[in-house]
């Protein structure tokens, strides 16, 4: 593992990033907030879903450097008493889990149609372009609000894991169009290269072909659009749980939380909303930072 660490930091990728400050300053927000996502049972100090261990007495307080805050609730707490600090990473779990499983499923769709699109072209790039022209004559967040408020009002009383479901196939709707085309404008230039002729006279099938051969050399742009899209889930996901169609009340996001803080916004307790936006706007600003330098390390021209 750490043969393989130093191998990398040697690279022409590693020795980018080791001289890029910026892309080490997100690299460290990212893995902060990623960290506290991940490991919030264990990392938060409390648990802010536990209902058992709320106090309505607790309700609104202000941060823990107010006079009348206290030490026990570092940022705060909310209208119901949670702490605000835990309620962040439990929220930022969520985001971040809807947010990378959205983006891995629009990967998967969008790069299978943008292979067939481009290495079987006829009919079938027609077909599949003109969906993805429909798709974009929509604006995502409107197509990801209408099928999530659809699957919430066939499914009212569904579990979590449903609306959750609901949530992430929205999101997928709207994400996949960049994909398929992006991989489609690759395989175009790169099925006419001598290799893919040659594979193709020695009578290798053409799954094959595009799985083993075209696939591999069209996944730079992908994995680069693949990380600002993360940012872009994120928020989409945080609008529609802003607009009360996303997260369910019982597992909040950061979306959520947000919303909820923003009716307490005027009344003063400006701490309520104003860290899960912060807290938003790190995460995404940390990885389309680094999503910025991927693009710039990978691109021959700069280097």
Not at 149 to 175: K, Q
Not at 260 to 279: Q, R
Request: hydrophobic share 55%.
């Amino acid at each position: 593992m750490t043969s393989l660490l130093h191998r990398w930091l040697d690279s022409d990728v590693g020795h980018s990033f080791r001289t890029s400050p910026t892309a080490i300053v997100a690299a460290v927000i990212a893995f902060i907030c990623i960290f506290c996502a991940v490991f919030a049972p264990w990392v938060a100090p409390h648990n802010p879903f536990d209902l058992a261990t709320l106090e309505l007495s607790n309700a609104r307080l202000p941060p823990a450097w107010s006079p009348e805050g206290s030490s026990n609730f570092l940022l705060g707490t909310d209208d119901q008493g949670r702490d605000i600090l835990s309620a962040l990473m439990y929220g930022a779990r969520i985001s971040l889990a809807v947010g990378l499983a959205s983006v891995v499923l629009s990967v998967v769709i969008g790069v299978s149609f943008g292979l067939a699109a481009g290495f079987l072209g006829g009919w079938v790039d027609s077909l599949l372009m003109r969906l993805c022209d429909v798709m974009l004559s929509f604006p995502a967040i409107l197509v990801a609000l209408l099928i999530a408020g659809v699957g919430r009002a066939l499914f009212p009383n569904a579990h979590e894991a449903l609306a959750f479901g609901v949530l992430i196939i929205s999101i997928t709707l709207t994400g996949w169009v960049q994909y398929a085309r992006t991989v489609r404008g690759s395989t175009l230039v790169e099925r006419n290269k001598e290799y893919v002729q040659a594979a193709r006279v020695t009578g290798v099938a053409p799954l094959r072909i595009m799985r083993s051969h075209v696939l591999p050399n069209v996944m730079g742009p992908v994995l680069v659009l693949a990380t600002i899209q993360v940012a872009t889930a994120i928020i989409t996901e945080a609008t529609l749980s802003f607009l009360g169609v996303g997260a369910p009340p019982t597992s909040p996001s950061l979306g959520t939380l947000i919303r909820v803080g923003n009716d307490y916004l005027f009344s003063g307790e400006w701490w309520i909303t104003i860290f899960p936006g912060a807290m938003l706007v790190l995460i995404a600003l940390s990885v389309n930072l680094l999503g910025d330098w991927l693009r710039d390390a990978l691109n021959p021209r700069l280097r």
